[in-house]
């Protein structure tokens, strides 16, 4: 019997020849990243004192302040300086901050390889599967384990395989594959398991869209959100100036599949995620007419060059509705200057945007744009749980970068394709 | 867990308790204490002030899905939860728990408890009797490699133990 490509990278990180869905393995770790919000604050700092230890291996350890940042009052100012300076204590160079949200900035800088282990203290760590890697979040107490040992016990999981084929239509985003994914497995579909997106459609997208859809893998429960390496991945990697380092594995033919799932890219329309969760998945068309006030573009999903930039396309030379407000946070500081550069966040701005510091905020109700009680927000982000952007009594539909802009001219849940 | 049989009365919820429910995120600046008082709150403001100390969380489907925070067993810990049984939990949470210690039980039958039924749960056996409504049902048996965790009192002090077997 063949393995998955998780099975291959977590069997190498043991150690062993093989590796079959429900072993268990204490694998070794190739980078630990933490956040702000959950990361050293978080049982981890006060721990590592109790324990008197020290990273295991501070090269492999990555620090990112982007949850409260820039913070919005002296608590959040007060988590950040805490990171910042508990970095500097155990030596971690690798440290980040105002630059966006972590899993953007860990791609960016050549922290997530294709082939490696990667684990954060962030659910949507699973992003790196784009780049190859098998990645996923663990929690802080987990975390202390790993920045210990550089170990982890790991239950391989079972692998559901979803194929897409064909083209997408115009005005139709890789934030709508995964979301029809996730409306067709449901929120707890792959819980335990590695999804593996593979087939044309999937093969045809830039990095920017793969990992919209690998971002999302935890929204099925999923563990990782897998997407073959290829010659895109090796030009994104190789602009970074990364050539080696990294090693590719591809599923075997035989390799065991506990579902394979067939998708056709043709008959996808636009769709979105009513509130509040991420598998209530419908057309646009459904739900048309709908009215919003707030619209926003940004996040480790939905804010890449790529979403910008089809974002301005919709809203070149056109104005968002009165009363309606649009925010868009680049996903990084890097993504905000090459906007900057190309005229995108001009586009944007003079048909109404507000534009924001590269941050988590929004996206989670923190700083930058949380919602009052009653109001109507469609994001391109990843999460539409109950109060998650603000207010326990607003609303989040999640929807692709043209869509949500599209939403803003009008003031309501429109479909894109128009404007397109 | 000295004991293996574990009483007390339920409180119970619904499908999809997600972590921006049990640890809503405006207050996870605050500390694990402060913020324990918001636990539950979008569904159940009064949860922080009546979940009494050996009290049982019981839920339905994907108990704890979304984040990876740890304030969400962190919070639920701090307010006396030592045990939580539902139908399925998500994976992340479901760790989480383990590695501070908290008990999560799986059992189908959830549907059948309700708010302030008794519960004896015989965690080793896999096995919880309702004494209120005199029903039995299956749940989950920890699996041996959680159970060496969870006696050894945790995470970390299972691995400093692993490590010195190596
Ligand atoms: S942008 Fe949103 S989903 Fe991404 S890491 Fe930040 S808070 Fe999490």
Redesign the interface.
């Known amino acids: 019997m063949g393995m998955t490509i998780s099975e291959k990278i977590l069997a190498h990180a043991a150690g062993v020849d093989k590796a079959s869905a429900g072993d ?1 393995l204490w694998v070794k770790v190739d980078k630990a990243m933490m956040d702000d ?2 990361g050293p604050r ?2 981890i700092a006060e ?1 590592l004192k109790e ?1 008197n230890a020290g990273v295991w291996d501070k090269d492999k350890v990555v620090v990112i302040s982007d949850h ?1 940042t820039p913070p919005a ?1 002296a ?2 100012a007060e ?1 950040v300086k805490f990171t910042r300076e508990w970095a500097k204590e155990y030596g971690v160079d690798n440290y980040y901050e105002f630059v966006g949200p972590c899993h953007q900035i860990m791609v960016e800088n050549g922290h997530a390889l294709p082939g490696k282990v990667v684990l ?4 949507h ?1 699973c992003m790196y599967g784009a780049m190859g890697a098998f990645a996923t ?6 975390m ?2 790993v920045l ?2 550089g170990e982890i ?1 790991l239950k391989v999981p079972e692998t559901i395989r979803v194929v897409w084929e064909g083209h997408l239509q115009k005005g139709v985003m890789a934030k709508d594959v995964v979301l029809k994914t996730i409306g067709k497995i449901g ?2 579909g792959a ?2 398991k590695a999804v593996e997106n593979v087939g044309s459609t999937i093969e045809n997208m830039i990095m920017d869209e793969r990992m919209a859809i690998s971002n999302m893998a ?1 929204e099925m ?1 999923a ?1 990782a959100g897998i997407i073959p390496t290829d010659e895109k991945t090796k030009e994104y990697l190789a602009q970074r100036g990364i050539t080696e380092g990294y090693e590719i594995y591809e599923s075997d033919e035989d390799a065991e599949y506990c579902e394979t799932l067939y998708f056709k890219a043709e008959e996808l329309e636009p769709v979105v995620a009513c509130p509040h ?1 991420v598998d209530n998945v419908t057309e646009i068309k459904n739900v048309e007419g709908t009215e919003i006030h707030q619209a926003y573009i940004g996040s480790c999903t939905g804010g890449r060059y790529n979403d910008l930039l089809e974002a301005s396309k919709v809203l070149k030379e056109r104005k968002i509705a009165k009363g309606v407000r649009l925010l868009v946070s680049p996903a990084s500081k890097e993504v905000w200057d090459r906007c900057a550069k190309d005229g995108i966040l001009q586009i944007l701005s003079e048909a109404g945007a507000t534009i924001l510091a590269a941050s988590c905020g929004a996206c ?3 700083h930058s744009g ?1 919602l009052a009680p009653g109001e109507v927000c469609i994001s391109s982000t990843n ?1 539409n ?4 952007m ?1 207010s ?1 009594d607003s609303k989040v539909y999640l929807a692709s970068p043209v869509s949500v802009a599209a939403a803003a001219i009008e003031g309501k849940i429109v479909d894109p394709r128009k404007y397109l | 867990m000295s004991d293996k049989i574990i009483k007390g009365s339920v409180w119970k919820y619904g499908d999809n308790i997600n972590t921006d429910i049990i640890s809503p995120p405006a207050y996870m600046e605050l500390s694990i204490a402060e913020a324990s008082k918001y636990a539950m709150s979008p569904i159940d403001p009064e949860f922080s002030t009546k979940f009494n100390k050996g009290d049982i969380l019981v839920a339905e489907n994907n108990f704890g899905s979304g984040s990876s925070r740890e304030t969400a067993p962190l919070t639920l810990k701090h307010l006396g939860v030592d045990i939580i049984i539902a139908k399925s939990f998500a994976r992340i949470f479901y760790r989480n728990a383990i590695n501070l210690g908290i008990l999560v039980l799986e059992c189908n039958e959830t549907h059948k408890i309700e708010d302030r039924d008794e519960l004896e749960v015989n965690y080793l056996e896999g096995e919880i009797k309702n004494i209120t409504k005199n029903e039995t049902y299956k749940c989950s048996k920890m699996p041996e490699h959680i159970m060496k965790i969870i006696n050894a009192g945790g995470l970390v002090p299972f691995l400093k133990e692993y490590k010195k077997d190596r």
Request: glycine fraction near 18%; charged fraction near 20%; hydrophobic fraction near 35%.
């Open positions: 268990i919000i959950l978080v049982e721990k324990l409260y009052n608590k959040q988590i954060g203290t962030d659910s760590t979040g663990i929690g802080s107490t987990e202390l384990g210990v040992t016990w929120h707890a819980t335990y935890v429960g563990k969760e989670l109700g923190l949380a999460r749980f109950l109060g998650r603000g326990k």
